[in-house]
């Protein structure tokens, strides 16, 4: 069996989504995130199935080509936005995530990988 894994791009303040339930930040980056997009393409090349909304869904569908454990991913945007909808429910215990790598991009982006525990 393969593995689950969760990719979320989030703003350097810790939302997932504005007050009006857009991500804008990536718009807001004025290009220099190629070395991001590179990278992102090289994981997707090892990807055997995707789960997405409805949204993210549209936004990328054009993009592609025809046809164990879980862990964490977080894009991190160099945006603050002050206020929205989080990445994770309210309480979520931190400690349920184990820091995996860390890695700098272009633009001044981070892709944090984490493993995800059953409990604490």
Request: no cysteine; proline share 5%.
């Amino acid at each position: 069996m393969g593995r689950l894994v969760v990719q979320e791009f989030v703003t350097a303040d810790g939302f997932a989504a504005n007050t009006n339930n857009d991500f804008t930040a990536y718009e807001l980056i004025q290009g220099g995130t190629g070395e991001l997009d590179q990278s992102q393409l090289a994981w997707l090349a090892t990807v055997d199935a995707m789960v997405l909304g409805a949204t993210t869904y549209r936004m990328f569908v054009e993009f592609w080509p025809t046809p164990a454990s879980e862990g964490e991913i977080l894009v991190v945007m160099p945006v603050a936005t002050g206020a929205g909808r989080g990445v994770f429910p309210a309480g979520q215990d931190p400690t349920l995530l184990r820091l995996l790598s860390a890695k700098t991009y272009d633009a001044g982006l981070i892709e944090l990988e984490y493993a995800v525990s059953a409990g604490p």
